[in-house]
């Protein structure tokens, strides 16, 4: 780890979570000399410190570590990479000059502010919580409801409980495993609440959090209101109608002192809109090409700040690619513009990246908008994949091999996700 | 007579619906599963249902005020409370090492450790 920037660099990445490690180990293997990585944070590795739970690394390392044993790992490489770390560093601005260099505004603790100039730059900010804030719980505010990852947080970093009798609103993955995190720690959770009619959390989760200690989950039940004045006494739960509206004659109380909110989370963009590149209003991070370009050139994106992931393998593979595709960028290579828009069609809520070229094979994140099984995906008239089933919860992903896309001459391809054929059995 | 379980896979994202069919102690038949750790997850949930676990340990003289650790090998679900309290009695001292033994042959089962998830620095 460096004490501070030196010089002029090929690569900055902004943020040393999975992907920002990712995308700086991406840009060393594609030739790129000279790679930072700026955090925010006394160490990089991001959220993964906090997640100590185990199911990290299936894809990747084909053995499955904890959060912690992940970031440690790739952290080892990052340095044997002799790639540059900056740790307590904001990056506050980018500026563009005439000839392409970027200027990175970045304010370190210890030496306040200052300027790097670099080639190309990769935007693995991660995401945040979304908050009460952003759901307009009624009700009064005392102390006590929190997201549910700066709950774990403070659980599994900082040393102390949020509370001892937890409720949980939504049944994210974060949510879930902090329902079993807490029970562990000799909280009592009393129920975890889902406004929708299904879970929103990987099936695993709801075996091993919730059905092994006996938790309960209300489905299509949500938080109507809060009450306590400095801290947190009760919430009322009620059932939802159809419109998703809270049914207040079939409220009732539950006795709690903390409220978790897992309700989702936010791609943090402040910095890539404050540089006016063209953002997905859906994913609520930036458009990319197929080499995970934003709309501006030389600065790319991958991770959670482009897509939320359910899985940090599926982060890191496309943060690889983002930085391979980010050092070459600074090594002067011009890869022809992609000829093919990619659209969502029937079914699919997004797909990224947002455009293709038939010069390589892609692959293809997306989520459905419903669950659906078993189901089939059509990419134009290129190809079908069956799948057993799709939710919204999991994401999609998939490969377009380059043969296929030479055979197509329109200048938009649309993915649906359908029904299987009928007729036909799937096993 | 034949009875029938309903297990969800846990063994990748997927979560197989998986059902076990059983008569007294016997598996007859195991269905559901996409790939070979479904039908081995069945039976093991049939017969000796276990838990990855893993917790947090208090540490003096590190940035953080506490250690991730796991345990080696599953935990028989049934005493993953008590693994949890025994485990939290423990205190350890920066500095430690990722992989570092904290307990060994964990609630007597031989090779299977409480370990360090990461390293931490000694910090003053």
């Given at each position: 780890m ?7 660099y ?84 980018i ?6 260099t ?16 670099t ?5 693995s ?26 709950a774990?947080k403070?659980?599994?970093?900082k ?59 209300h ?29 207040m ?16 989370l ?27 370009e ?111 896309l ?15 054929k ?6 | ?42 039976k ?39 693994a949890a ?24 089962q ?15």
């Amino acid at each position: 780890m460096l004490d501070r920037m030196e010089g002029q660099y090929d690569v900055v990445v902004v943020g040393g979570g999975p992907a920002g490690m990712g995308a700086a180990l991406g840009a060393r293997d594609s030739g790129a000399e000279r790679v930072l990585i700026l955090d925010r944070e006394p160490e990089a590795g991001g959220i993964l410190w906090q997640c100590i739970h185990s199911g990290f690394g299936l894809h990747y390392f084909r053995e499955e570590l904890t959060g912690p044993e992940y970031a440690e790992r790739f952290l080892e490489k990052v340095i044997d990479y002799d790639v540059d770390l900056v740790t307590n560093s904001y990056v506050s601005g980018i500026s563009v000059d005439s000839d392409g260099t970027k200027s990175v505004r970045v304010m370190n603790e210890a030496h306040g502010m200052d300027t790097v100039n670099t080639k190309s730059v990769v935007l693995s900010m991660g995401c945040r919580e979304r908050t009460r804030g952003s759901i307009r719980i009624p009700g009064t505010r005392p102390s006590g409801v929190l997201p549910a990852g700066l709950a774990q947080k403070i659980v599994n970093l900082k040393g102390y409980l949020p509370g001892k009798r937890i409720a949980i609103l939504g049944s994210g993955d974060i949510g879930l495993i902090m329902a079993r995190r807490l029970t562990l720690e000799g909280c009592e959770v009393v129920g975890v609440f889902e406004i929708m009619p299904y879970s929103n959390g990987l099936t695993r989760n709801l075996v091993q959090c919730l059905e092994d200690f006996g938790i309960p989950l209300h489905l299509s039940t949500t938080v109507a209101y809060i009450h306590g004045l400095d801290r947190l006494e009760k919430i009322t739960v009620a059932p939802v109608s159809k419109d998703l509206k809270p049914d207040m004659n079939r409220a009732r109380d539950v006795k709690c002192d903390t409220l978790l909110l897992s309700i989702g989370l936010i791609p943090e963009n402040e910095l890539s809109l404050s540089l006016g590149i063209q953002m997905d209003v859906v994913t609520g991070g930036p458009r990319v090409s197929s080499t995970l370009e934003t709309s501006m050139p030389g600065v790319f994106a991958s991770g959670n700040v482009l897509h939320v992931h359910d899985l940090v393998d599926f982060v890191t593979r496309e943060s690889l690619l983002a930085g391979q595709f980010a050092g070459e960028w600074a090594q002067g290579v011009r890869r022809p513009a992609d000829n093919i828009r990619l659209v969502p069609g029937d079914n699919v809520r997004y797909c990224v990246p947002h455009s293709l070229s038939p010069e390589r094979e892609h692959t293809i994140y997306m989520r459905c908008k419903e669950a659906m099984m078993p189901c089939r995906i059509r990419v134009g008239n290129l190809m079908e994949k069956k799948l057993r089933f799709v939710v919204p919860a999991e994401m999609i992903i998939f490969k377009i091999k380059p043969d296929l896309l030479d055979k197509f001459h329109g200048d938009t391809l649309r993915i649906d996700i359908l029904p299987a054929k009928k007729g036909k059995r799937h096993d | 007579m034949i009875k029938a379980k309903q297990y969800t896979c846990i063994g990748c994202p997927i979560g197989c619906p998986l059902q076990l069919q059983h008569e007294g102690k016997n598996i007859a038949e195991i269905s559901g599963y996409e790939c070979d750790r479904g039908a081995k997850y069945a039976k093991q949930e049939f017969t000796d249902p276990r838990r990855d676990m893993s917790t947090t340990v208090e540490i003096i003289g590190a940035r953080w005020k506490r250690l991730p650790v796991k345990v080696t090998g599953p935990v028989e679900k049934d005493r993953v409370m008590e693994a949890a309290r025994k485990i939290h009695e423990l205190r350890v001292r920066a500095p430690i090492k990722l992989g570092q033994i904290l307990i060994e042959d964990f609630l007597g089962q031989k090779d299977i450790h409480v370990v360090a998830c990461r390293s931490m620095e000694r910090i003053n």
